[in-house]
């Protein structure tokens, strides 16, 4: 998105060599030139941190390229210094095997738009001789048998952007190839874990079917919650159908903002605002915990913070964007740091404080609240007809005798006489706890929406930065290449002066 692009598409490719399933990942982006592809696929590089980017080793191409198969090629195009130039590199653990190199050898080739013949030609960084090396390798191991066919990959590519190119997928234990592109035409899964408990039980089936669980071996489930916000412009496209975004703050009931402050030594106060809340369906839907973000980015979802044995949290999920602690290198989780421990601490500590707010709206019992509201909220839980198999029982407690109804009606009804006499006493108190609440989910609302706000602009901003940056290299071009044609009719012109002259 950086680098203007308005799409990636992840789709299945065809190895045209042995017909085998490949992975295909393709993007509009601004492409690399040749220098930036050698270190994106070379070992050992590590480009300065940027406030623009997620990571700085070559964002995870290695590390999540070798995990999924043996073999990647790249083909990207680039439009840098006003000059179209085209590369290929080929990372192969097969050809490394199989040749038995003591070093990690990185074939590539590169092509250079020529515009007086309106084609592209070969770019010799060193010699002929390497680079027909290399062409050699990328046809011998790549799924492509000879420059032709590697060069018509470049066909829908576009003016700029990269196509990458997964093959030689890896296999499981029990011989099945680890990705799935059979069983989801429109998806592609992780073989075997989709696996389904046959259950008659609601709470196992919400909870199966919610997307904390169906994001562990779903590629589209993943990705529509992968980015905070996704530009109006930016299309995530798995399998020829586009990936809706997931909000999971939507998901959520009784929402509440809270500001955290985290404390760096020689930075400026930050202020980073968590949205928490019972996810819907709470609490037969089993699932709790924080998607924490870094740049916008998802690193850890559904982060179990609160873990007990007597169900505390349960149902509690947040969200934040926490920019200001690194991730590891393969965008996976965070480096452990005295940052990292101190965010874990709190975000624990808002789990529990939500839940002794907020957990008798689900029909726990909650001990910190008057045994007036108490009492009022287990009769209200009572007369919706709730019954004790959707009640969590690990922390529902009743004053109610359940010997036989009729004595759960007395008991209802001597509830309620209370109720009457004791109303009056701790109404007032009920009240500014409700506007004391009231109050802090709407500052903290503001602050969100205000936050939400300034991130669009920025984004805006960013976009129309690239778009005009863009613009403007078009237009270089296009005058470059008038220019010429421009200098050559001149010529033209001077020749057919020499020739009437003579």
Not at 28 to 40: E, F, I, K, Y
Not at 177 to 196: C, P, V, W, Y
């Amino acid at each position: 998105v950086n680098n203007g692009a308005t799409f990636v598409r992840v789709n299945k490719f065809t190895n045209p060599r042995d017909g085998s399933p490949s992975l295909l990942v393709q993007d509009d982006g601004g492409g690399m030139d040749p220098d930036a592809l050698r270190c994106c696929m070379s070992f050992g590089f590590s480009d300065k941190q940027s406030d623009a980017f997620i990571g700085q080793y070559g964002n995870g191409f290695k590390t999540s390229t070798m995990r999924l198969g043996a073999d990647v090629i790249v083909f990207t195009q680039n439009q840098k210094n006003w000059t179209p130039t085209r590369s290929i590199g080929l990372l192969s653990y097969t050809f490394l095997m199989e040749t038995g190199c003591d070093d990690v050898l990185v074939p590539t080739v590169d092509y250079q738009y020529d515009l007086t013949t309106a084609s592209y030609t070969q770019l010799l960084r060193h010699n002929q001789k390497l680079f027909s090396s290399n062409l050699a390798i990328l046809s011998k191991w790549s799924p492509f048998a000879s420059e032709a066919e590697l060069l018509k990959q470049f066909d829908d590519i576009g003016e700029h952007g990269t196509k990458i190119i997964v093959f030689n997928l890896w296999f499981n234990d029990d011989g099945d190839m680890e990705l799935d592109f059979n069983s989801d035409k429109k998806d592609i899964l992780i073989t075997g874990a989709q696996k389904k408990v046959k259950t008659n039980k609601h709470e196992k089936l919400v909870t199966q079917d919610y997307i904390a669980n169906r994001l562990r071996y779903s590629l589209r489930a993943y990705a529509s919650i992968l980015y905070l916000r996704v530009p109006d412009s930016f299309r995530i496209i798995l399998r020829g159908k586009d990936v809706e975004p997931h909000n999971v703050v939507n998901d959520l009931l009784y929402r509440e903002c809270v500001l955290y402050k985290p404390q760096i030594a020689g930075l400026p106060e930050l202020s980073i605002v968590t949205t928490i809340g019972f996810v819907k369906g709470a609490p037969d839907t089993d699932v709790q915990g924080f998607n924490v973000y870094h740049k916008n980015r998802l690193i850890t979802p559904f982060w179990k913070v609160a873990s007990n044995s007597y169900g505390k949290g349960r149902g509690v999920v947040g969200i934040l964007d926490a920019s200001f602690i690194k991730p590891t290198h393969d965008k996976q989780d965070f480096e452990k740091s005295v940052l990292h421990q101190r965010l874990e601490n709190r975000l624990k500590e808002m789990t529990y404080e939500y839940w002794g707010l907020h957990c008798h709206r689900l029909g726990y019992d909650n001990k910190s609240l008057p045994k007036a509201s108490r009492a009022l909220y287990r009769a209200k839980q009572t007369g919706a007809g709730s019954s004790p198999a959707s009640v969590p029982h690990q922390l529902l407690t009743a004053d109610v005798p359940t010997s036989s109804c009729v004595q759960s009606s007395m008991r209802q009804k001597r509830n309620f006489d209370a109720l009457g006499v004791i109303s009056d006493i701790n109404n007032h108190q009920t009240k500014h706890r409700d506007v004391i609440q009231r109050k802090r989910f709407h500052e903290y609302k503001t602050l969100t929406l205000e936050n939400d706000k300034l991130r669009d602009e920025c984004l805006q901003y960013e976009e129309s930065e690239k778009q005009l940056v863009e613009k403007e290299q078009k237009l270089r071009y296009q005058i470059a290449k008038e220019t010429k044609k421009y200098e050559e009719l001149l010529e033209e012109l001077k020749l057919l002066d020499v020739k009437l002259e003579t």
